[in-house]
Each structure stands twice: as structure tokens, then as C-alpha cells.
């Protein structure tokens, strides 16, 4: 069974500090990773996506992915208040389904 | 990405009666899919709505209990049938977004959600 597992948290960081997000999947198949943002009730919003092994940057955002290890990790550089959400990974296996496998999602709560 | 609206976006509804999720995208896209999130929990999957055929429902999920029509590439619906008070949950309609160009992969984009309570 594919599987996704991220710590539930809530993880605290004060503002402007790196949050670290991990993730770890069971599937060796899987070929693309996603975070997910998912502020209370609402729908969950794209972020990141990776692919390749390595980091992927983007603004604050910093995506690693090392598929040895079958790990997946999110960075928040300065972290703010209004990143202060539900992180969810997701990891899917090459081919033509769309369908992820998602993790129970990590909160993430940036005090000032 | 793919704009999606929901329809309603929220509703209270008594136990035995039946709602029905609209689910509609700005393009054609190949796969539409009907999630469940429950409080605190991640998201479940349902179903996946397939244009012109019937859905590819998950282990746990049942037609008659959440039957889904698809009739064209941009249009889905979603009935949560005899409902009961464990049907509460918000029901997110999400779409696959191809392969970009090189580079690109594909993913999977949310719809706001409907959130539904069951008395």
C-alpha cells in the first residue's frame, strides 16, 4: 500500500525563521512530489512540485527531494505569520493517472 | 492552472435527505476527481469521474451512496445520497493538469470545496 507520512505537529517556528517540513513516502515508483498549503477551511493550494533529486527554490520556498532515502523535504526561509497553514505532501508514480498519494499534512503555526 | 467553482459552498442538510456538488472548470480537462476531507484528517479520495463512462470508485465508496455524473470535459456532479451525520465533511471536486512542456509535470489543482453538515 502507497503511503505518505508527515509529522502532524503542530510544528512552531517565531517569525522569521526557516520552517522544516519532512515527508517520507513508501512507494519507490513515485516519480513527482507536491506540497500542498492548506489554510483552515479552505481548499488545499499548489505550492511546490519536484521532481528530480536536489533542491528546487522558489521565492521563500525551498523544495528537496533525495529518492535514495525516499524523503522529501519543504523549507520556509522567513517565515511569516500568514504561513501559518496545513502542509500537505503528495507523491505520485509515473504514468497517466493523476491521482497522488497524499499525507495527513503537517500544521505549521509562525508566532510573531 | 485550471479555475474550479463548487457548488454550494456550504449547506446544512438533515439526516435521510440527499445533496447534490457541482463541480465546474473554466477548460476541457481529462480527469476530475471527488475528494472527502474530514475534520482534521487528510484528504480522501472517492471517485474518479470519467466523461461518457461511470466512475472508478475507491475502496469505501459505493454508486449508490455517492453516485457522480460526468457529462462532458468541463462539468461534474457529485450526490451524497441518505445522508447521515458521518457524511459531514467538506467535498473538494479537483481536476489533473497535464504535462507542461518539458519541465513540467502534472498536478493535481482544488476546487474551493463544499462544506457539508449533517444533522
Known amino acids: 500500500q502507497k503511503e505518505v507520512e508527515q509529522n502532524s505537529g503542530p510544528l512552531s517556528v517565531p517569525e522569521g525563521a526557516i520552517a522544516s517540513l519532512n515527508c517520507t513516502y513508501s512507494?519507490?515508483?513515485?516519480?513527482?512530489f507536491f506540497w500542498y498549503r492548506q489554510y483552515s477551511g479552505k481548499s488545499p493550494e499548489l505550492i511546490m512540485s519536484?521532481?528530480?533529486?536536489g533542491d528546487k527554490e522558489d521565492g521563500r520556498f525551498t523544495a528537496q527531494l533525495n529518492k535514495a532515502s525516499q524523503y522529501v523535504s519543504l523549507l520556509i526561509r522567513d517565515s511569516q505569520p500568514s504561513d501559518s497553514a496545513t502542509y500537505l505532501c503528495?507523491?505520485?508514480?509515473?504514468?497517466?493517472?493523476?491521482?497522488?498519494?497524499f499525507g495527513r499534512g503537517t500544521s505549521l503555526i509562525v508566532h510573531p | 492552472s485550471a479555475v474550479i467553482s463548487q457548488k454550494p459552498s456550504r449547506d446544512i442538510c438533515q439526516r435521510g435527505t440527499s445533496l447534490t456538488i457541482q463541480c465546474q472548470v473554466d477548460?476541457?480537462?481529462?480527469?476530475m476527481f471527488w475528494y472527502r476531507q474530514q475534520p482534521g484528517q487528510s484528504l480522501t479520495l472517492i471517485a474518479t469521474?470519467?466523461?461518457?463512462?461511470?466512475?472508478?470508485?475507491e475502496s469505501g465508496f459505493v454508486i449508490d451512496k455517492f453516485p457522480i455524473s460526468r457529462p462532458n470535459l468541463t462539468f461534474s456532479t457529485l450526490t451524497v445520497s441518505n445522508m447521515s451525520p458521518e457524511d459531514s465533511s467538506i467535498y473538494l471536486c479537483?481536476?489533473?493538469?497535464?504535462?507542461?512542456?518539458?519541465?513540467?509535470?502534472?498536478?493535481?489543482?482544488f476546487g474551493p470545496g463544499t462544506r457539508l453538515t449533517v444533522l
Open positions: 479537483s481536476v489533473g493538469s497535464p504535462k507542461a512542456t518539458s519541465g513540467g509535470t502534472d498536478t493535481q489543482y
Open positions: 512507494d519507490r515508483g513515485s516519480q513527482s
Open positions: 519536484i521532481y528530480s533529486n
Open positions: 503528495a507523491a505520485k508514480a509515473s504514468g497517466g493517472s493523476y491521482i497522488p498519494t
Open positions: 477548460s476541457q480537462v481529462t480527469m
Open positions: 469521474a470519467n466523461q461518457g463512462s461511470e466512475a472508478t470508485y
